[in-house]
């Protein structure tokens, strides 16, 4: 198990959506960060009442610096006949970083 930290901005609005199964809540969205000089993206999912508020918090949204830890989790699937190997962050919590200014 990986814990991991990452601060950067948000890519686009959280995507809040809910289990089938279950309903509980999903927000997923992307944290854009540099690091030597060089852009990264992690995918990240939040579950239960904390992805609801975080999602439909009205200062969340496209550009946001956030800092956000949890356990990376890694998958696979196929395509093509080629294995592609994913990284998500399964978000824990999470706190404002500064950020992309207002016009």
């Known amino acids: 198990m990986e814990i991991l930290t990452?601060?950067?901005?948000l890519t686009d609005d959280p995507k809040l959506t809910y289990l089938k199964d279950t309903g509980?809540?999903?927000?997923?969205?992307?944290?854009?960060?540099?690091?030597?000089?060089?852009?990264?993206?992690?995918?990240?999912?939040?579950w239960g009442k904390p992805a609801e508020s975080f999602a439909n918090n009205a200062n969340?949204?496209?550009?946001?610096?956030v800092l956000a830890y949890g356990i990376l989790e890694y998958d696979s699937y196929e395509k093509d006949g080629r294995e592609i190997r994913t990284e998500t962050l399964n978000v824990n919590?999470?706190?404002?970083?500064?950020?992309?200014?207002?016009?």
């Open 24 to 46: 509980m809540p999903v927000a997923d969205f992307t944290i854009a960060s540099n690091y030597k000089q060089r852009a990264n993206f992690r995918r990240c999912k939040m």
């Open 60 to 65: 969340i949204k496209k550009g946001t610096g």
């Open 93 to 103: 919590g999470w706190s404002f970083a500064g950020g992309k200014k207002e016009d």
């Open 6 to 9: 990452i601060k950067g901005n």
